[in-house]
């Protein structure tokens, strides 16, 4: 398989370089030059994608993982990465795949026929673009997310949303569901922690809310000391309600130290409880924890009637109180998301796999 191939989304500059137009980025690129994200180089007069077909290798995951809980719970995905990044995130906390120079990690090849053919084959009902983001491999990813919806398997992309207009459009009309980090609400914070901007993730945020039918779930992973203050969460949990609507689930995750931040400590339980405590009281109706033994955190209760929804412990899906069609058990109110007429039976298992 060919595993360099040439992308559309650049223009020739004046003095000589070519710049990538695929992220907000930017980069400028000169023949042979490599941009931020390692994966996208310049090769004669344009940019090409160097990693298209090759991946850091696969796993069946609950969806619950990802996480996305409002989509298909308690169904498997095939889920798998390749390499590079184009955020810098200090504190990454999977900078083995994101940060590595592709030839390190990306030991599996496989085409996206074989991708949309292989989750058939092991029961899984979605794909997920996850691991690192999935903009960095666009084509690859959208040649993918075309084979599976060929055969009604899902999509579903984990990303970090730092992607242009034209790109995004493309990417997002060939998803079912995406979980996309707001990893702060100041810019601030995107610019000293990341080498990124607040500003474009918002926009992409309301982009795939009002301008696409992807189910959008958002993950904040909280740092001590950093991102977490009362009033940071206030404001963030009030622009999403306001700007998405109430009923976008929101997750705050735990920080572990890792990469380049290893001076802060873990995220006390503690601080996870009160986001989740004060997005409630800025009106939000699905606000979880996460990478945390939280089951009251991480259930989904009917914000109608308070009866419990799903119940999870951890990736296990415990009790179960929607109807065939989604709707509230006990008074009919919709839960909003996607759901099957029964739970997947899929449950906490991570299983490797090879796509043949
Ligand atoms: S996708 Fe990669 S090469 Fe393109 S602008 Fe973003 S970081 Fe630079």
């Known amino acids: 398989m060919q595993t360099t191939v040439p992308t559309r989304f650049w223009h020739a500059l004046e003095d000589g370089r070519v710049q990538c137009d695929l992220c907000p980025r930017a980069c400028r690129l000169r023949d042979g030059q490599r941009g931020l994200c390692f994966v996208r180089a310049r090769q004669g007069d344009g940019v090409v994608l160097t990693t298209y077909g090759r991946s850091s290798g696969f796993c ?41 120079v592709a030839d390190d990690v990306l030991a599996e090849e496989a085409g996206p026929e074989e991708i949309a053919a292989s989750a058939e084959r092991l029961g899984a009902q979605s794909v997920a673009f996850t691991y690192n983001d999935p903009v960095v491999f666009h084509e690859y990813a959208v040649d ?23 790109p995004r459009a493309e990417f997002f009309a060939l998803m079912d569901a995406a979980n996309i980090d707001l990893k702060s609400f100041d810019d601030g914070f995107y610019r000293r922690y990341c080498a990124g901007r607040l500003a ?35 404001a963030l949990a009030e622009w999403v309600a306001g700007r998405l609507g109430e009923d976008t689930p929101l997750h705050f995750s735990a920080f572990h130290p890792a990469f380049r931040l290893t001076d802060r400590p873990a995220t006390p339980p503690g601080t996870l409880t009160e986001a989740r405590r004060i997005a409630l009281a800025e009106g939000l109706r699905y606000v979880y ?68």
């Open 144 to 166: 993918v997310a075309r084979a599976c919806r060929d055969r009604g398997i899902g999509t579903v992309a984990v990303t970090a949303g730092y992607v242009n207009p034209e």
């Open 60 to 100: 069946m995951d609950p969806i619950e993982k990802k996480p996305l809980f409002h989509y298909r719970p308690g169904s498997g995905v095939l889920s798998f990465g390749t390499a590079g990044c184009n955020l810098a995130c200090r504190f990454c906390q999977n900078w083995d795949i994101s940060k590595a």
């Open 200 to 234: 474009p993730v918002l926009e992409t945020l309301e982009y795939v809310r009002r301008h696409t039918a992807t189910w959008l779930e958002i993950t904040t992973l909280l740092i001590p000391g950093l991102n977490d203050s009362p009033q940071e969460i206030s």
């Open 289 to 356: 924890t996460g990478n945390v033994d939280d089951p009251d955190g991480q259930s989904t209760r009917c914000p109608h009637c308070g009866a419990m929804l799903v119940e999870r412990d951890w990736y296990r899906l415990t009790a179960w109180g929607l109807d065939e069609g989604g709707r509230c058990r006990a008074c009919a109110t919709p839960c909003p998301g996607v759901f099957d007429p029964a739970p997947g039976t899929w449950g906490p298992r991570r299983l490797p796999v090879r796509p043949r």
